[in-house]
Nanobody, 127 residues
Framework: QVHIVESGGGLVQAGGSLRLSCAAS????????MAWFRQAQGKEREFVAA????????SYSDSVKGRFTIYRDNAEDTLYLQMNNLKPQDTARYYC????????????????????WGQGTQVTVSS
């Protein structure tokens, strides 16, 4: 069983930055994907960004393009989400997720594509 732990959330003023981290207990052999999703109060969980672990193929939601960057550190087995120019509408609980091994080549963007999930970390952006 893969265990995922997110960290780095907190309270920040609009225009500020945060970096979220995601650590997983194990990395399967072969290609797979990791992603960040977020869920605001009263809303559905939505896709934020994804990246392949083998290679650097990425995918971003339109709402975060140009502001957020997803990247990984294979040596540390850690996934990151650098969030810049944060807006109040970015306020949500952010979840790290990982697919099962050997998924399709394109980064999945749906919640059902991801096998493992962390507990989330809260990001609150004040206006």
């Amino acid at each position: 069983q893969v265990h995922i732990v997110e960290s780095g959330g907190g309270l920040v003023q609009a225009g500020g930055s945060l970096r979220l981290s995601c650590a997983a207990s194990e990395r399967p052999f072969g290609n797979y994907f990791m992603a960040w999703f977020r869920q605001a109060q009263g809303k559905e969980r939505e896709f934020v960004a994804a990246i392949s672990w083998i290679g650097t193929t990425t995918s971003y939601s339109d709402s975060v393009k140009g502001r957020f960057t997803i990247y990984r550190d294979n040596a540390e087995d850690t996934l990151y989400l650098q969030m810049n120019n944060l807006k109040p509408q970015d306020t949500a609980r952010y979840y790290c997720a990982q697919t099962a091994p050997l998924p399709p080549l394109a980064p999945p963007r749906q919640t059902y594509d991801y096998q493992y999930w962390g507990q989330g970390t809260q990001v609150t952006v004040s206006s």
